[in-house]
């Protein structure tokens, strides 16, 4: 993924958030709701009502940049908590929520092969 590095700070917004919102919308939702500084360089993950899109904002020094992803089938593992909470990731746990693995029990989709 192009984007924010290893070591970012990454917060993802629990509850829906409206995917009509654009970056204005989604650095105020930051601002207001989950009180942190949308330009400070971390990440602010959203996702849909249907679970199946996502919208990544962050601050790259020059501008926003705004991600959107729509899984062709399946949905994102997200938390049931209530809006306006914002809950900490490692940019690890960023990488498998967008490749659209269940970042809080990660498996293996399909064993590894034995070696003999």
């Known amino acids: 993924m192009i984007g924010p590095g290893t070591g970012v700070r990454v917060y993802l917004a629990c509850g829906v958030t409206d995917m009509r919102k654009g970056i204005t919308g989604l650095a105020a939702a930051a601002q207001q709701v989950l009180k942190q500084n ?9 996702r849909g009502r249907r679970g199946d899109r996502i ?3 962050f601050w790259d020094g ?13 949905r994102f ?40």
């Open 38 to 46: 949308p330009a400070s360089g971390a990440v602010f993950a959203f």
């Open 55 to 57: 919208k990544l904002l």
């Open 62 to 74: 020059q501008g926003f940049c705004l991600y959107y992803k729509v899984l062709e089938k399946g």
């Open 77 to 116: 593992s997200w938390p049931s908590a209530a809006g306006g909470t914002a809950l900490r990731l490692t940019s690890a746990q960023l990488a498998m929520l967008w490749e659209g693995i269940d970042w809080r029990r990660p498996a293996w989709s399909a064993p590894p092969a034995r070696v003999v």
